[in-house]
């Protein structure tokens, strides 16, 4: 279920190259939206009463879907609120995000997320999915009541930033999955492995002489979530993959039938652990970057399908947090206003990536993941789009963030695409 503001806006954007492969449109077209439906595709449309916006030269797609998102809301406000956090996401093409549940308190209750999804029915700029945790406190140690929280509208369950160690334990969490008939997300992490490592365990890491978290810390546990998932039938969603081994777990899996989803961030499509060199905490993240072979992995399972879904992890923090020492620093970067032009530019431009794959990616691909209703550009469909300007370049600045906190990997950069207009849920949400 998704909680946010609604709206009924009424525009023609004239002339723009409508772009949605799932639909079958690839043409040069007007669309019309009428209290915030789209009611006509066409050319010479009229508009009556309507505002135009030239579309010329400009790609209108669906609306992005972010199915990973950190609010930091309740507890961390100072790093991001449901406000900042989706007018940030409006800035980058969203149309609707899923939140994670490890706030302060933890999303464990029908309390705390129905408190939440009021706060979001009033302030949320795009509508806003929140998961709630599997365990209690994200403890590990005991399943939350997933049927009352399914019941008050979680959107699905998660322990993001902390593994389900407990192979018992993730079993019966399955088994109640389907009973609530919604899907587990999972963070897969063998923590002996991962413990006290600061950056992907390899080469980079030995030069540096920082601890190494290796990429067998997640693959083995994709091995086992996997395993359980085909053991009790049930589906499951993989978070934020880094390693190779885990997209080939994820697609043996798949091919034997495994109803299971996978999703990659923009920083580990762009990124490797040589960023680290720059001893920049901005690059530090949990899955951390890793080697060249993994990031050409993670685009190959982006490009064949194995992996459905862009997801940016956009995880705020608090300035006096990042400015420390690398190994002193937290695990996070944000991303929801800076992953299609990051993507764009170090993916598309160089011929990695088609366009219409990636903005398949980053929208109807994340809502398939869990269940939701895919933007589409169609008669008859909610008008969630995004307008975006390919020729458009722009340098990343702190100053342009609506987010509260500006930990990106990309402050400084010159990336190229541009936000020109986000449509959420029928209502205009940004214009830039």
């Known amino acids: 279920m998704l909680f946010g503001k609604q709206g ?28 915030g439906t789209i009611v006509q595709l066409g050319t010479n449309l009229e508009t ?15 609306a992005f879907v972010d199915p990973h998102v950190h609010l930091r809301t309740p507890g961390r406000e100072d790093e991001e609120t449901i406000a900042s956090g989706t007018a940030a996401a409006a800035a980058g093409g969203y149309c609707a995000i899923l939140a994670m549940p490890n706030t302060e308190p933890v999303v ?4 705390v997320l129905g408190s939440l999804a009021e706060t979001a029915q009033a302030e949320a700029d795009v509508p806003v999915g929140f998961l709630a945790a599997i365990t209690r406190n994200q403890g590990g140690a005991e399943l939350t009541e997933m049927a009352e929280l399914a019941s008050a509208g979680a959107a699905a369950f998660t322990d993001d930033g902390q593994p389900v160690v407990a192979p018992g334990l993730m079993r019966r969490a399955l088994q109640y999955g389907a009973v609530t008939r919604r899907r587990l997300a999972l963070h897969c992490e063998e923590p002996t492995l991962s413990k ?71 920083h580990h499509l762009c990124l490797t652990d040589e960023a680290v060199r720059s001893l920049d905490p901005n690059v530090k ?22 992996i459905g879904a862009v997801a940016t992890d956009h995880a705020p923090h608090a300035r006096h947090e990042k400015e420390v020492p690398f190994e002193a620093a937290p695990f996070g970067v944000t991303g929801l206003e800076t992953a299609f032009s990051a993507l764009y530019t170090h993916l598309v431009e160089p011929g990695l990536l088609k366009l219409e794959t ?9 809502a398939r993941a869990y269940g939701l209703d895919a933007p589409r550009i169609a008669v008859g469909a909610p008008a969630n789009l995004v307008l975006l300007d390919l020729k458009a370049s722009r340098r990343v600045s702190e100053s342009d963030f609506r987010s509260r906190s500006a930990n990106s990997w990309l402050l400084g950069q010159t990336v190229k695409g541009k ?11 940004f214009e830039g």
């Open 8 to 35: 009924r806006d009424d525009l023609v954007i004239r002339g723009a190259h409508v772009l949605d492969t799932a639909a079958g449109v690839d043409a040069v077209l007007d669309v019309r939206v009428d209290g």
């Open 48 to 62: 009556n009463a309507h505002r135009v916006v030239d579309g010329q030269g400009l790609v209108l797609a669906p």
């Open 108 to 111: 464990d209750s029908a309390a």
């Open 196 to 266: 006290g490592g600061q950056m992907h365990e390899g080469a980079v890491s030995a030069e540096l002489g920082f601890e190494g978290y290796p990429s067998v810390a997640e693959s083995l546990m994709v091995e086992r979530d996997l395993a359980l998932a085909a053991y009790e039938r049930q589906p499951l969603h993989l978070l934020h993959l880094s390693a190779r081994e885990s997209v080939e777990a994820l697609s043996r899996a798949q091919v034997a039938g495994v109803v299971a989803t996978g999703e990659v961030t923009p």
């Open 285 to 306: 993240m949990n899955p951390p970057l890793r080697a060249e072979e993994d990031r050409q992995a993670l685009i190959a399972g982006l490009r064949d399908g194995t």
């Open 358 to 366: 990636l903005l398949e990616r980053m929208s109807a691909g994340p």
């Open 419 to 429: 936000v020109r207009l986000t449509i959420a849920a029928g209502r205009v949400a």
